[in-house]
């Protein structure tokens, strides 16, 4: 009897830790599935979209020789163009895996550090879309500082499992002990995370469970934080005046915490995608509440208490954090919310996720603390989605002005300058733009090769305006560009509109002021058309050009130049075949033109009709008939045909 009964009350032992054990692996799986949802959506759904981020298009297109610098970042760097080369979905498919990677580690290490479940996925969410770190697109810059950072948590992970056993030597010792000597040559920002956070952990650890071995551990510890410190000392310029370095610190590290959540009340353009986003925003919300509540219902009542401890550490993070910005400044490493300083600011944002997280856990009652988790990492991730999105659409607009450049030739004469509206745009360079010309446009570099040039540029202007000179060398972006006035040619690509390539006597009505200065040394001519067939072009760039029926104008304008008015209605039968929107009228002038040029005067006064009742392009629709009257005129029953049909579309040909 007794066996039995001790076999039974095994038993249910048993049962009771295989039960938590099941719960835990619940638990670990619900949050790096959550990791993996939060990176794909706000991140992952674009990269398919995403081009490449300030002057990486130079650094891949051109790369150049590795720096001879103490630290691995170039190295790393260059190593990843070499494999992945101008692929830029591959750089952020990479980019996504390693902030997963990273996520993934910061919870470990927050559960290793005793926080809970509960605290450390919201603290491991929350810093996947902190609020400071705006741009996810940054490919190989940010995969260096990504494969820093996840180096630095392992090791400190790693630290953590060897004080778990019970000798001081052991392999999770020497692991981590590589992982930290890594992290400490990749980039001076990782450095300087890695020496506090090493330092940190062991001061943490120190007051607990391992206090037996307090001296090693704080001696690891501080001997981390002096390597880290040497070496970025004695790799940058030092600052010496501390004091006033100290209090401009204090004062920043208080504005920017105030400031960061501001960064979150971010909204779409539109009343209609407003009301969608809220709505999106707020079933999320709900639903990542209803998960953290699962780990809630996990944890036990005392661990939701706050204590001194929590206060301890709270306050410790706060000076950390600040040391943290101190030892930049003093150092000269410049963090700003400008590319690519900004990069940095991803590490910061793993210090200040914990910090809100501990800041929520003193200051809020349990039972609202899911809901507020919830709701900064769903309006924290929205902010992040928008950034995301915003790249996006604008590396499309970079894609569908290079193919609508490449389908009006694909060369241009060597020393041409490309004179447009406005660049750079919000996340590409004129620098990138430049490369990628010169790329598809098989031009070399050189002193002489293909320049773009800002419109506004007060030097170029200037140059214009100075009739007594033919070309000039301009210092324009920190660079040297040669600008012959015989070699211009002015490009204008209104917003939502196809790209126009600009002539002396070209009359468009919105055309911007500073691109009608240029336009009468506009020299199309210089971009040469190759004999690319038809198919090719439409393999090559129809998928790229937005909007769509821009291929059409772009194609049919070409096949104009080229008189070739039977191809230009067999291109745009393919339209009509097809059912693709053509939206205005710019986008079918080319077919008019075929039309009567071909005397098909009924389908010339179809096209007109549709798009006659806006007063933009009736203006457009009587100047491109009135042009073909004035080419008739020595034919009078063309002539009355024309005007008979002009009267129809209320077109005044007197």
């Given at each position: 009897?007794?066996?039995?009964a001790l076999?039974?009350?095994?038993?249910?032992?048993?049962?009771?830790?295989?039960?938590?054990?099941?719960?835990r692996?619940?638990?670990?799986?619900?949050?790096?599935?959550?990791?993996?949802?939060?990176?794909?959506?706000?991140?992952?759904?674009?990269?398919?979209?995403?081009?490449?981020?300030?002057?990486?298009?130079?650094?891949?297109?051109?790369?150049s020789?590795v720096g001879?610098?103490?630290?691995?970042?170039e190295?790393?760097?260059?190593?990843?163009?070499?494999?992945?080369?101008?692929?830029?979905?591959?750089y952020?498919?990479?980019?996504?895996?390693?902030?997963?990677?990273?996520?993934i580690?910061?919870?470990?290490?927050?559960?290793?550090?005793?926080?809970?479940?509960?605290?450390?996925?919201?603290?491991?969410?929350?810093?996947?879309?902190?609020?400071?770190?705006?741009?996810?697109?940054?490919?190989?810059?940010?995969?260096?500082?990504?494969?820093?950072?996840?180096?630095?948590?392992?090791?400190?992970?790693?630290?953590?499992?060897?004080?778990?056993?019970?000798?001081?030597?052991?392999?999770?010792?020497?692991?981590?002990?590589?992982?930290?000597?890594?992290?400490?040559?990749?980039?001076?920002?990782?450095?300087?995370?890695?020496?506090?956070?090493?330092?940190?952990?062991?001061?943490?650890?120190?007051?607990g469970?391992?206090?037996?071995?307090?001296?090693?551990?704080?001696?690891?510890?501080?001997?981390?934080?002096?390597?880290?410190?040497?070496?970025?000392?004695?790799?940058?310029?030092?600052?010496?005046?501390?004091?006033?370095?100290?209090?401009?610190?204090?004062?920043?590290?208080?504005?920017?915490?105030?400031?960061?959540?501001?960064?979150?009340?971010?909204?779409?353009?539109g009343?209609?995608?407003?009301?969608?986003?809220?709505?999106?925003?707020?079933?999320?919300?709900?639903?990542?509440?209803?998960?953290?509540?699962?780990l809630?219902?996990?944890?036990?009542?005392?661990?939701?208490?706050?204590?001194?401890?929590?206060?301890?550490?709270?306050?410790?993070?706060?000076?950390?954090?600040?040391?943290?910005?101190?030892?930049?400044?003093?150092?000269?490493?410049?963090?700003?919310?400008?590319?690519?300083?900004?990069?940095?600011?991803?590490?910061?944002g793993?210090?200040?996720?914990?910090?809100?997280?501990?800041?929520?856990?003193?200051?809020?009652?349990?039972?609202?603390?899911?809901?507020?988790?919830?709701?900064?990492?769903?309006?924290?991730?929205?902010?992040?989605?928008?950034?995301?999105?915003?790249?996006?659409n604008?590396?499309?607009?970079?894609?569908?002005?290079?193919?609508?450049?490449?389908?009006?030739g694909?060369?241009l004469?060597?020393?041409?300058?490309?004179v447009?509206e406005?660049?750079?745009?919000?996340?590409?360079?004129?620098?990138?733009?430049?490369?990628?010309?010169?790329?598809?446009?098989?031009?070399?570099?050189?002193?002489?090769?293909?320049?773009?040039?800002?419109?506004?540029e007060?030097g170029?202007?200037?140059?214009?305006?100075?009739?007594?000179?033919?070309?000039?060398?301009?210092?324009?972006d920190?660079?040297?560009?040669?600008?012959?006035?015989?070699?211009?040619?002015?490009?204008w690509?209104?917003?939502?509109?196809?790209l126009?390539?600009i002539?002396?006597?070209?009359?468009?009505?919105?055309?911007?002021?500073?691109?009608?200065?240029?336009?009468?040394?506009?020299?199309?001519?210089?971009?040469?058309?190759?004999?690319?067939?038809?198919?090719?072009?439409?393999?090559?760039?129809?998928?790229?050009i937005?909007?769509?029926?821009?291929?059409?104008?772009?194609?049919?304008?070409?096949?104009?130049?080229?008189?070739?008015?039977?191809d230009?209605?067999?291109?745009?039968q393919?339209?009509?075949?097809?059912?693709?929107?053509?939206?205005?009228?710019?986008?079918?002038?080319?077919?008019?033109?075929?039309?009567?040029?071909?005397?098909?005067?009924?389908?010339?006064?179809?096209?007109?009709?549709?798009?006659?009742?806006?007063?933009e392009?009736?203006?457009?629709?009587?100047?491109?008939?009135?042009?073909?009257?004035?080419?008739?005129?020595?034919?009078?029953?063309?002539?009355?045909?024309?005007?008979?049909?002009?009267?129809?579309?209320g077109?005044?040909?007197?």
């Amino acid at each position: 009897m007794k066996s039995d009964a001790l076999l039974n009350r095994l038993g249910a032992i048993n049962h009771m830790v295989s039960t938590r054990d099941s719960q835990r692996f619940y638990q670990h799986f619900l949050t790096i599935g959550l990791i993996f949802i939060i990176t794909i959506l706000t991140t992952g759904v674009f990269i398919h979209r995403f081009g490449l981020y300030g002057d990486q298009w130079v650094s891949v297109l051109h790369p150049s020789d590795v720096g001879s610098n103490l630290y691995l970042d170039e190295r790393i760097q260059s190593a990843i163009i070499f494999f992945i080369g101008k692929q830029p979905f591959l750089y952020h498919l990479l980019n996504m895996l390693l902030l997963s990677f990273s996520g993934i580690l910061a919870y470990i290490l927050l559960l290793r550090l005793n926080f809970g479940n509960f605290y450390s996925t919201a603290g491991s969410l929350l810093f996947l879309v902190f609020p400071t770190f705006g741009q996810p697109g940054a490919a190989f810059a940010l995969s260096s500082i990504l494969l820093g950072l996840s180096l630095s948590l392992l090791s400190a992970i790693c630290y953590l499992f060897a004080l778990s056993q019970n000798r001081i030597v052991s392999w999770n010792l020497f692991i981590a002990f590589v992982f930290s000597l890594l992290s400490l040559f990749i980039t001076p920002i990782i450095t300087l995370f890695e020496g506090l956070l090493i330092i940190g952990i062991a001061l943490y650890v120190s007051l607990g469970e391992y206090g037996k071995r307090k001296g090693w551990i704080l001696g690891t510890g501080l001997g981390h934080l002096v390597v880290s410190i040497l070496i970025v000392l004695g790799t940058n310029p030092v600052e010496t005046n501390i004091r006033s370095l100290f209090l401009s610190t204090i004062r920043e590290w208080f504005s920017e915490v105030i400031s960061i959540w501001r960064k979150v009340i971010s909204f779409p353009s539109g009343g209609g995608q407003v009301a969608v986003y809220l709505a999106i925003l707020l079933i999320a919300a709900c639903f990542l509440t209803y998960l953290l509540s699962k780990l809630h219902n996990g944890i036990q009542q005392a661990d939701w208490k706050t204590g001194k401890n929590d206060i301890c550490i709270f306050a410790g993070l706060v000076i950390f954090t600040i040391c943290f910005i101190f030892e930049q400044k003093i150092a000269h490493i410049t963090v700003t919310a400008n590319y690519p300083d900004d990069l940095g600011i991803l590490v910061s944002g793993f210090l200040l996720s914990i910090l809100t997280i501990l800041g929520i856990k003193i200051l809020f009652l349990e039972k609202y603390q899911a809901i507020l988790f919830s709701l900064l990492i769903v309006l924290s991730a929205g902010a992040r989605f928008q950034i995301s999105q915003r790249f996006a659409n604008e590396s499309a607009k970079v894609d569908s002005f290079l193919s609508q450049l490449q389908v009006r030739g694909n060369a241009l004469e060597e020393g041409t300058s490309i004179v447009v509206e406005q660049l750079p745009l919000d996340f590409t360079s004129i620098r990138s733009i430049n490369a990628l010309v010169k790329e598809k446009m098989n031009v070399p570099e050189g002193d002489a090769s293909v320049n773009i040039i800002s419109a506004n540029e007060p030097g170029f202007q200037e140059f214009l305006a100075d009739s007594g000179k033919n070309s000039r060398v301009l210092r324009i972006d920190n660079l040297d560009l040669a600008i012959d006035k015989t070699k211009i040619l002015t490009i204008w690509q209104p917003e939502n509109g196809c790209l126009h390539l600009i002539e002396p006597d070209t009359d468009i009505v919105n055309l911007p002021k500073s691109l009608a200065l240029t336009k009468k040394f506009s020299n199309p001519s210089l971009l040469i058309p190759d004999q690319m067939s038809d198919v090719k072009q439409h393999n090559t760039f129809r998928a790229t050009i937005n909007p769509a029926g821009c291929y059409f104008y772009q194609m049919g304008t070409r096949l104009l130049q080229e008189k070739k008015w039977d191809d230009v209605i067999d291109l745009y039968q393919q339209e009509k075949d097809q059912n693709l929107s053509i939206r205005n009228f710019e986008e079918v002038q080319p077919l008019l033109r075929a039309y009567l040029e071909k005397g098909k005067y009924f389908d010339a006064v179809h096209v007109s009709q549709k798009f006659n009742l806006n007063p933009e392009s009736q203006q457009e629709i009587c100047k491109t008939w009135t042009d073909t009257l004035q080419e008739k005129l020595d034919k009078e029953e063309v002539v009355q045909e024309v005007r008979k049909s002009m009267a129809q579309i209320g077109c005044n040909n007197e």
